[in-house]
């Protein structure tokens, strides 16, 4: 109950963030290398999450599954990029049911490989496609160094999986999942994101083509968001998926994945994150009330809980996730300090003097200081709530699309860029070459993040070399 | 395409098991030994599980999180009967990386022992207590014979794990949880289900006592759906899970863990399916209402399907999840036989002659023959429908009590027990000791079920040797 302070942002961010993750028990470290234990307060962030976009994937026409967590090691070995991205991160299991394995398995760090396996079984005609399946669950990375959320060995996610008749309709694919994320970490999680491709140094192994969504944190570092992938004919053809056209003539799919994973957790806490605590967005705050009934004695405790009890009720009954602090053990001001920390939206505390003005006082989250706080009449607070969330959320996008924008540079030469980057993005032209891109990385360990999609009608000169350049790409420290 | 016969359940009710989970495109064979792929259709009725699971264990005051799937070898060898139970079915992680690993890691078959070194870790005090947490997940155990839904090495399910600071919570949590699979076991799967002890030989590997949820499947075979565990401070004294109480004195906790799997989708097509294939109960189906237009020419077509485009959109608006199957490549019959084997509750067809009368033909699937049909008006269809739905459920969970309750037997003597066995339960008196509950598993292949809480007044003579017996018991081969 101990409260020690949490070092400022300025002080110190990764550790500003490292403690905050777990004194706001969002996670802690698990005693298996590199796992973690997602908490109930992360866990359920994280199922408001699965909720906003698990409805977005069935609503463009998406189904879930489920797939083995274990594949065999020789499936990885059938797409050459595959496995060599993938085979110094394997976990492997060699003995089962006390006896050792005829062919290792490999604890799934990703399952284009046994989903290829199972669509080439399934999908037999043109009628059987499209195939739009995604799949809720965890996968297993073996990590050197890790932070909660951001890398770890084991960490949830889900990962689509489609299949199609023609390349066109897997490009379409992957771009509409990437609007899905997109629109998701806009809309729910109030972070504003960049669209675009990556380069060939930074797409996924086996991809012909990557895609991601972009996000600047508190400490202006960059955190890939949400990614999505088409492969054209490669897992096709390694995996034989096949299908007879409306000509019966036999063809390969062409597939895609996307995913997004409980990063994203570490992206909320990274953008909106003050030296308070969390600032958790509405849309997917566990908790997006907490109600505080405030009295110093049994005669106002009993008037007050009376009107606390009741906007309990009606809160609740208008489906406002809300909860009550009714400890005796701590002070006011203690379970003040305490919610900001964990991020909770708006505050309603009700005392005696409320109680007898028909008021309650309110305090929102999101603006620091006496501005804050406001009063209200007790009469159709639920209306009063719910709009004020709407704001909230409206607000926090705001601030955090401010902040980002303030921070992308548009250097005019490579020496300003290597300066910029050192605090903030740089937006530049970039021939597009692996030598130019890993110029940069090694002078500034800023990597190019993406190539958005949003770019200017002209052409330029590449930042670093100068030769020609015909598109624009955000180079920055990344997480 | 190709519509291959099922076998009757008299014929062959295992081979009627086995190839309905893969025609109905429940689930399929992985390429990884003893596990499964759960497909979309198999999926959704999950969903539609863990949705009903999901609410009641948040009424009941538990939260989610998530814990790692590897857990440190060592961990099992706290506690001595949790290792003896599990060790024969472990996969172990051994490399990791590209590297050997010092520690073998399990991937979890259960996670007792890795929650339990998390409480110890977060349990300081008695305003710590109750712990509720529950996990949704996969496990693995090594299994040699499998099939599917029922034994798999790899399944899916839910555990949770609770915490507590006196043995008399602790065993009211035991009996509350399994109270809520009952409910949810009657109420959404429409499976009467007998709630009660499992003997000694038959408990949960470091449990105190095990309760389960048992059900009888179509060929009168038992299985276990649901259980829920009391550890006393088994764990606790394992784990180091102790908490300053109100005296200030360190107390070891009590702990429980109880669990549901899909295993339960395999009783819901044991206790409810039929020759023709699945009958899916209303409340979990992934499709409660198929919607099959029907018309000989385009002049047809155009006016059937306006209405059955209106009729859609009301069912589907009223919240009833509906399928259009207006395939053209296959024929009114093909569609029915389809969906009546996919087990979908209730078929409204839409002709031209219904679309001059204003009606619709309804097809209830819980009915055979003639009698499932009707005729009603389109208008206020919606309700009809739901109501309908309602009905079906309710005749379902009569049906399948009918079936259970015509099949238990209360023989006489130990001869009548070997007989009625064979094809059916006995509800017996039983001693209370292993020789017995042995002899009969060796000489019938039944074994004790369930000590239901239902119990007679008096006493009785053990039906095996005839000493005196306090309960009676459900004996039954099982799967």
Redesign the interface.
């Known amino acids: 109950m101990a409260e020690e302070k949490l070092p400022t942002q300025k002080e110190n961010f990764a550790e500003w963030y490292n403690q905050l993750v777990q004194k706001a028990e969002l996670a802690?470290y698990?005693?298996?290398?590199g796992?973690?234990?997602?908490?109930?307060y992360?866990?359920?962030l994280?199922?408001n999450m699965q909720a906003g976009l698990d409805r977005r994937f069935k609503e463009t026409g998406h189904?879930?599954?489920?797939?083995?967590?274990?594949?065999?090691l020789s499936?990885f070995e059938k797409e050459k990029e595959h496995v060599e991205g993938f085979?110094?991160?394997?976990?492997?299991?060699?003995?089962?049911?006390?006896e050792k394995l005829e062919e290792?398995?490999v604890?799934r760090p990703t399952s284009e490989t046994?989903i290829g396996?199972?669509y080439s079984?399934?999908i037999k005609s043109w009628?059987d496609l499209p195939v739009l399946?995604n799949q809720w669950?965890?996968v297993?990375r073996?990590e050197?160094r890790t932070k909660l959320f951001l890398r770890t060995?084991?960490f949830?996610w889900q990962e689509g999986h489609t299949a199609h008749a023609t390349e066109e309709e897997a490009r379409e694919e992957t771009y509409r999942m990437l609007d899905v994320y997109a629109d998701f970490a806009i809309t729910d999680a109030a972070i504003p994101v960049f669209k675009g491709v990556k380069s060939d140094t930074e797409k996924f192994a086996g991809a012909q083509m990557s895609t991601s969504i972009e996000a600047m944190m508190g400490d202006k570092r960059a955190l890939q968001s949400g990614t999505s992938h088409f492969f054209g004919q490669n897992f096709a053809k390694a995996f034989d998926i096949q299908f007879l056209d409306k000509n019966n003539t036999l063809q390969y799919c062409h597939t895609t994945s996307w995913g997004l994973s409980t990063r994203m957790i570490g992206a909320v806490i990274m953008v909106h994150g003050d030296d308070q605590g969390l600032k958790l967005p509405p849309k997917i705050a566990p908790i997006q009330v907490v109600l505080v009934p405030i009295y110093k004695n049994l005669d106002e405790k009993s008037r007050v809980m009376e009107v606390a009890d009741n906007i309990f009720a009606e809160l609740k009954g208008a489906g406002i996730r809300i909860k009550m602090d009714d400890r005796d053990?701590v002070t006011p001001g203690f379970k003040y300090n305490d919610w900001e920390m964990r991020g909770v939206p708006l505050r309603i505390e009700v005392g005696p003097r409320d109680v007898e003005k028909g008021s309650v006082a309110l305090a929102r989250r999101d603006i620091p200081g006496r501005e804050s706080k406001s009063f209200v009449p007790q009469a159709d607070l639920a209306r009063t709530v719910s709009q004020l969330l709407s704001e909230i959320q409206a607000s926090m996008l705001r601030q955090a699309t401010e902040f980002r924008d303030a921070n992308i540079h548009h250097p005019k030469d490579y020496a300003e860029l290597k300066e910029v980057v050192k605090d903030g993005w740089a937006f530049a032209w970039w021939c597009g070459s692996r030598e130019c891109e890993a110029k940069v990385k090694e002078e500034t360990k800023a990597t190019t993040r993406v190539i958005p999609f949003d770019q200017p009608i002209d052409t330029g000169k590449c930042i670093v070399c100068g030769e020609l350049a015909e598109k624009k790409v955000y180079f920055a420290r990344a997480y």
Do not use: Q
């Open positions: 802690d698990a005693p298996v290398r796992c973690m234990v997602v908490r109930p992360g866990w359920t994280w199922e189904v879930n599954a489920a797939f083995p967590i274990l594949i065999p499936f085979s110094p991160e394997l976990a492997i299991v060699t003995h089962g049911g006390g290792p398995l604890v046994i396996y199972m079984k399934w009628r399946i669950g965890s297993l073996w050197l060995a084991e949830y053990e």
